[in-house]
């Protein structure tokens, strides 16, 4: 069986929580991942009315320095990861597997 390329099909839509500016919450557009290690498409999809999906995008620590050079650069890879890490996601993997995902990732999109 023949591995898919890795890389982002969709783009990340999603807007900034009322009550808290650090949570975003996806819209209704999936977000749509093809993962080489895991051989799988990956669809982040929820309702935003019934049950949206949170998400802090990546957490960086606001030090200065750390969030200059870290920080604000790989919102899809961390919605990626953030919906990986979930019980239910689709499909589950372990922690380390969705690391290994999220670098994955970053690596497709040409982020160090």
């Not at 023949?2 to 949570?23: M, Q, R, W, Y």
């Not at 209704?28 to 949206?52: F, G, H, M």
Request: hydrophobic fraction near 40%; charge should be negative; aromatic fraction near 10%.
């Amino acid at each position: 069986m023949e591995k898919i390329p890795s890389g982002f099909v969709t783009h990340l839509k999603a807007e900034c929580h009322p009550d808290n500016e650090s949570i975003w919450v996806l819209d209704d557009t999936p977000l749509v991942y093809n993962s080489q290690l895991l051989n799988a498409q990956v669809v982040i999809t929820e309702n935003y009315a019934t049950c949206p999906f949170y998400t802090d995008l990546a957490s960086v620590p606001r030090v200065p320095i750390i969030y200059e050079l870290w920080g604000n650069r790989a919102h899809r890879e961390a919605v990626l990861h953030d919906y990986l890490f979930r019980i239910n996601s689709v499909p589950v993997v372990s922690w380390m597997t969705a690391n290994r995902v999220f670098l994955e990732a970053m690596l497709s999109t040409g982020k160090p």
